[in-house]
């Protein structure tokens, strides 16, 4: 079952000038164009290219997340809840990353710092145990958070091992499928399968670039802007087109919440 969600009017809400003080300064910022929005047990968190921020459910106060209170940079470019709903990650464009847990804000910096990387841009998270997977656009990540250390990253995985950006990504019992600036891949997590090899990679609907994938308990959703697409008997195929673009893809148990604004 598709749900639409209108994504300003989710988390809008007005402040007054003392709503949120951050070191004796007030700041004044936008609730427009919010590129994500998660919740945690007492928290909705919402981001937009230049703040994150979080609604305190329990005394309905808004708080700010910026260089101001901690975080690490500014743009940015994705947002995940890990689902303990215990971890936030939010990356940047530049590939900075940084992990909030409660109050506590941990940066993570192998990316940003990477030599041999140009366009690092964070584009999606998913959170597998004790690993943060991150989709950028030169690829993939798999960083293993109690060891602190990148420990798989997959690079020119387009056709003919091109770079292609991998805007989001869902992970299954088995398998990684990807939204592409190049279509929608699949590879097996088998350990015999060599992920760095784009020969291993899967691939469908090459020529549109894809921003959102997600997965339900028995079904699977795409979009490449404002257009819909459904997995079906192993084949991608198109489904619907809304009226604006589609800004994030949620499930619970097998809904589908799509956020437009």
């Given at each position: 079952?598709?749900i639409?969600?209108?994504?300003v009017?989710?988390?809008?809400?007005?402040?007054?000038?003392?709503?949120?003080?951050?070191?004796?300064?007030?700041?004044?910022?936008?609730?427009?164009q919010?590129k994500?929005?998660?919740?945690?047990?007492?928290?909705?968190?919402?981001?937009?290219?230049?703040?994150?921020?979080?609604?305190?459910?329990?005394?309905?106060s808004?708080?700010?997340?910026?260089?101001?209170?901690?975080m690490?940079?500014?743009?940015?470019?994705?947002?995940?809840?890990?689902?303990?709903?215990?971890?936030?990650?939010?990356?940047?464009e530049?590939?900075?990353?940084?992990?909030?847990?409660?109050?506590?804000?941990?940066?993570?910096?192998d990316?940003?710092?990477?030599?041999?990387?140009?366009?690092?841009?964070?584009?999606?998270?998913?959170?597998?145990?004790?690993?943060?997977?991150?989709?950028?656009?030169?690829?993939?990540?798999?960083?293993?958070l109690?060891?602190?250390?990148?420990?798989?990253?997959?690079?020119?995985?387009?056709?003919?091992?091109?770079?292609?950006?991998?805007?989001?990504?869902?992970?299954?019992?088995?398998?990684?499928?990807?939204?592409?600036?190049?279509?929608?891949?699949?590879v097996?997590?088998?350990?015999?399968?060599?992920?760095?090899?784009?020969?291993f990679?899967?691939?469908?609907?090459?020529?549109?670039?894809?921003?959102?994938?997600?997965?339900?308990?028995?079904?699977?959703?795409?979009?490449s802007?404002?257009?819909?697409?459904?997995?079906?008997?192993?084949?991608?195929?198109?489904?619907?087109i809304?009226?604006?673009?589609?800004?994030?893809?949620h499930t619970?148990e097998?809904?589908?919440?799509?956020l437009?604004?």
């Amino acid at each position: 079952r598709l749900i639409i969600i209108l994504l300003v009017s989710l988390i809008y809400m007005p402040t007054s000038a003392q709503d949120i003080p951050v070191f004796g300064w007030q700041s004044h910022f936008s609730y427009h164009q919010v590129k994500a929005v998660n919740a945690s047990r007492n928290r909705i968190y919402a981001a937009t290219p230049l703040v994150a921020y979080f609604i305190d459910q329990q005394d309905q106060s808004t708080n700010l997340l910026n260089k101001n209170t901690g975080m690490s940079d500014i743009g940015i470019s994705a947002m995940s809840i890990s689902p303990d709903q215990e971890l936030l990650a939010i990356g940047y464009e530049n590939g900075n990353l940084d992990i909030l847990e409660g109050n506590r804000i941990t940066n993570i910096t192998d990316i940003l710092a990477a030599d041999n990387i140009t366009g690092k841009k964070i584009n999606a998270f998913r959170f597998e145990d004790q690993f943060l997977w991150i989709g950028t656009d030169f690829g993939m990540v798999k960083y293993d958070l109690n060891e602190s250390v990148i420990v798989e990253s997959y690079q020119n995985i387009g056709q003919n091992g091109t770079r292609i950006a991998i805007n989001d990504f869902v992970i299954t019992t088995d398998s990684i499928h990807a939204a592409s600036s190049d279509g929608l891949l699949a590879v097996s997590l088998d350990a015999e399968t060599n992920r760095q090899d784009f020969n291993f990679w899967q691939r469908q609907l090459v020529g549109i670039s894809f921003t959102q994938i997600a997965s339900g308990s028995s079904q699977k959703l795409a979009s490449s802007g404002a257009d819909l697409f459904a997995y079906h008997m192993g084949q991608w195929e198109f489904n619907t087109i809304l009226s604006s673009p589609i800004q994030q893809i949620h499930t619970h148990e097998n809904e589908f919440y799509l956020l437009t604004n």
